[in-house]
Nanobody
Framework: QLQASGGGLVQAGGSLRLSCAAS????????MGWYRQAPGKQRELVAT???????NYAESVKGRFTVSRDNAKNTVVLEMNSLEPEDTAIYYC??????????????WGQGTQVTVSS
């Protein structure tokens, strides 16, 4: 399972740090990522990171957001700076998790609300 935390209310221009921790009988985790869904919109990619820390960002967050991970702790972090009202959404983490039984499943966290006021 994945557990996300760190959302909240912040003023435009502010910063937030989202964390996501995987738990359970984990053998390894391949790609991890963050997605978001604003009211009335489809879920969209924010950032992804491979096990080797190769990153990919949505154009709208490049230069403002940074994704990182700790493979030893099975965690992924999204540092968000220069936040804009348009960043308001529920943020979800996900991960391709291989269990000790060698079954691979894409898991999603429960979502954490980020609200940016103008």
């Amino acid at each position: 399972q994945l557990q996300a935390s760190g959302g909240g209310l912040v003023q435009a221009g502010g910063s937030l740090r989202l964390s996501c921790a995987a738990s359970g009988s984990i053998f390894s985790i391949a790609d991890m990522g963050w997605y978001r869904q604003a009211p009335g919109k489809q879920r969209e990619l924010v950032a992804t990171i491979t096990r080797g820390s190769i990153t990919n960002y949505a154009e709208s967050v490049k230069g403002r957001f940074t994704v990182s991970r700790d493979n030893a702790k099975n965690t992924v972090v999204l540092e968000m700076n220069s936040l804009e009202p348009e960043d308001t959404a529920i943020y979800y983490c996900n991960g391709d998790i291989t269990s000790v039984s060698r079954a691979t499943t894409l898991y999603w966290g429960q979502g954490t609300q980020v609200t940016v006021s103008s």
